[in-house]
C-alpha cells in the first residue's frame, strides 16, 4: 500500500498540479493587490461615494464585490490566455 502511495504522490502530474497550485495562489494575490492598489483607487474617482469600499448603497457592500468580480476576470482572462497558449503549442 505505501509503494502504490509513493507512486501516486510523486508521479509527475501530482508535483506539477502541487507546483501550479502555488504558483496560482502567488499568481492571485498579485492580481488582487492590482485591483486594489491601481484598479480599485481609479474606480473610485468615479464612485458616488468616493471610494469603493463605502460604496453600499442599502447597506450592500457593493464596492467590495465589485473588487472581488473585478479580481475574478482578470485571474479568469489571464488563465484562459495561458491554456490557449499551451494548446496550441501542441
Known amino acids: 500500500m505505501w509503494n502504490d502511495f509513493k507512486e501516486f504522490a510523486f508521479k509527475g502530474n501530482v508535483i506539477d498540479l502541487a507546483v501550479a497550485i502555488v504558483i496560482g495562489a502567488a499568481f492571485t494575490k498579485i ?6 492598489a491601481v484598479v480599485m ?12 469600499l463605502t460604496w453600499a448603497p442599502s447597506g450592500v457592500k ?3 464585490m465589485l473588487g472581488a468580480v473585478i479580481d475574478f476576470f482578470i485571474v479568469a482572462f489571464v488563465l484562459f490566455v495561458v ?6 503549442r501542441r
Open 83 to 88: 491554456v490557449t497558449l499551451i494548446r496550441r
Open 62 to 64: 457593493l464596492g467590495v
Open 41 to 52: 483607487p481609479l474606480l473610485s474617482k468615479v464612485m458616488p461615494t468616493g471610494s469603493y
Open 31 to 36: 492580481v488582487t493587490t492590482l485591483v486594489e
